[in-house]
């Protein structure tokens, strides 16, 4: 028996900075899990990840991460995706310079 589908975010690496980004619904890349299209239809996530595969001028390493639906947009469901999310674990730079600053 087939496992059940759970919703999906499609992920990669932006090209040029390295960065970690989400497809959104508008199909613009967003560094902001928030941002994301939470994907919960099995079909539509192979046909949005197929699309982000095309788009190799853009990112790299494009794949399906689980996501959980909660008030602020997609959040992750595992360890790995949490910390991408979060950003290099340097402070100095990316989406951890915020929490410095604040």
Do not use: C
Not at 42 to 47: M, P, V
Not at 70 to 80: K, L, W
């Amino acid at each position: 028996m087939p496992k059940p589908f759970t919703p999906k975010v499609v992920t990669a690496n932006a090209l040029l900075e390295g960065e970690v980004v989400y497809l959104t619904a508008d199909d613009t890349w967003s560094p902001r899990l928030g941002d994301a299209e939470l994907i919960d239809d099995e079909a539509h996530a192979q046909i949005r990840l197929l699309d982000a595969e095309m788009r190799a001028d853009e990112v790299v390493g494009v794949y399906l991460a689980d996501a959980a639906v909660s008030v602020q947009g997609p959040r992750p469901v595992h360890f790995r995706e949490t910390f991408r999310a979060t950003g290099p674990s340097n402070y100095r730079h990316g989406k951890q310079e915020e929490i410095t600053a604040k």
